[in-house]
């Protein structure tokens, strides 16, 4: 741990002790191998990570399904064996996000719900993702068309998951490698907290030969 005495904490990363006299954050020089750290909180910190500030539970619990379904998918043993093959498959792993360290280097009493949700998912409970695979926060919306669903193309199942009022890309009729045409390579499963969960559609399965959730 990095220390320091006598100051207040310069920014949100650091944590004041409880005598107000020393702030103190992780240091990288404590950073865990994640081949070692357990499946359940390594999936925990994704899903705190990946989720937003406010903390829904049913939005870290749908990220974390999610996770397992790409996990199963992609036939790995582990959430661990699917990050160390697939670098960047969670910006907040690699890119050391703060929400992500900060349970890494938490208990598990402080970060309840986070754990509730990995454990869920590693149980095949209550799914809130509905069949999702895939998820999007804000910056489905501030990265407008540059954002990598508006180049591939989604369209809402149901209005409700349009949550932050992000339009649908045009929908414009393509031919798949087997053939047949579809117009949209996403659709949503669910909206919840400030995250928008989507599956591969089924015409664009069909027309590419292509499985779920890869």
Not at 199 to 208: G, S, T, Y
Request: overall charge neutral.
């Amino acid at each position: 741990m990095i220390h320091l005495v006598g100051i207040g904490s310069p920014n949100s990363t650091w944590e004041l002790s409880v005598d107000k006299n020393t702030c103190f954050r992780p240091d990288d020089a404590c950073w865990k191998d994640l081949e070692n750290v357990s499946e359940e909180k390594l999936l925990a910190a994704m899903a705190y990570g990946e989720s937003h500030w406010s903390n829904v539970y049913e939005e870290m619990a749908g990220i974390a399904s999610a996770i397992i379904r790409q996990r199963d998918a992609a036939g790995f043993e582990s959430v661990n064996m699917l990050v160390k093959k697939k670098p960047h498959f969670s910006y907040v792993v690699y890119n050391k996000n703060e929400r992500f360290v900060k349970l890494m280097f938490g208990d598990e009493k402080s970060f309840k719900k986070a754990y509730d949700a990995a454990n869920n998912a590693l149980n095949y409970g209550t799914d809130y993702s509905n069949g999702g695979c895939f998820w999007d926060g804000y910056d489905l919306k501030t990265s407008g068309i540059k954002h990598d669903k508006y180049t591939n193309g989604f369209k809402y199942s149901d209005p409700s998951h349009n949550i932050f009022s992000a339009p649908e890309p045009p929908h414009i009729k393509t031919k798949g490698r087997k053939g047949s045409y579809y117009d949209t390579t996403y659709i949503s499963t669910a909206a919840q907290g400030k995250t928008v969960f989507w599956k591969l559609d089924e015409a664009f399965l069909k027309a590419n030969g292509a499985a779920q959730c890869k």
